[in-house]
Each structure stands twice: as C-alpha cells, then as structure tokens.
C-alpha cells in the first residue's frame, strides 16, 4: 500500500504560480511512476505530469514549457510546479503513483487537492 497526501493547491490569478506537493509513505525510488493527473468539472481526469526514478519525465501539451515535475526522494515527495496558470488550468489535481510487480500494476491515488486560477 501507499498513501499520497497532496497540499498545494489554492486561488491564483491568472498569470501566477503554485507548487504542488505530494508525500508518499514510502520510498519514492521504488516507484515505478508518478504522476499527477487533473479532473476538472464535468471533464475526465487528464495526465498532467509524470516523473520515473531514472529522470525521464513526460507532459500533457497543454502544460509543456509551464509545468515541471520533480522529486526530492529523501522526502519521499514529488513536486508539481505551474507557472503561468490560465484559467483553462482549473481543475482538482490528483497524485498518482504506479507500482508494477511480476508484471501487475497498482495504482494509488491523493485525496486530490483544488486548483483555481481567476481571470
């Protein structure tokens, strides 16, 4: 099991920046994946960001160039931050890590924390 507590969110203009956190319960570098993904209103969760132990990061396009996804594994912590924010960017975000073993995956899920960016 992990457990993925999520803090962060909040209102911002439009144009301004946040830091999103997530603390894992356990090692970080034993993950195989972590994510952040988003859900706004009415809309499916989205893939926002994902990091791996060996650096390799990928980006929805609708963030690439505004949003960066790091790790601090002696916290045990991912990081989300969002420059930039438009209003399109609003949205619950959610933490997310995959675990794979003998060739099954488990997922686990944050609580989620909200997002909302003012025009």
């Known amino acids: 099991q992990v457990q993925l507590v999520e803090s962060g969110g909040g209102l911002v203009q439009a144009g301004g920046s946040l830091r999103l956190s997530c603390a894992a319960s356990?090692?970080?570098?034993?993950?195989?994946?972590m994510g952040w993904y988003r859900q706004a209103p009415g809309k499916e969760r989205e893939l926002v960001a994902q990091?791996?132990?060996?650096?390799?990061?990928n980006y929805a396009d609708s963030v690439k160039g505004r949003f960066t996804i790091s790790r601090d594994n002696g916290k045990n912590t991912v990081y989300l931050q969002m420059n930039s924010l438009k209003p399109e960017d609003t949205a619950v975000y959610y933490c997310?890590?995959?675990?794979?073993?003998?060739?099954?995956?488990?997922?686990?899920w944050g609580q989620g924390t909200q997002v909302t960016v003012s025009s």
């Open positions: 990091s791996r132990p060996i650096g390799i990061t």
């Open positions: 356990t090692s970080i570098s034993s993950i195989n994946v």
């Open positions: 997310n890590a995959d675990l794979i073993r003998n060739g099954i995956r488990s997922r686990y």
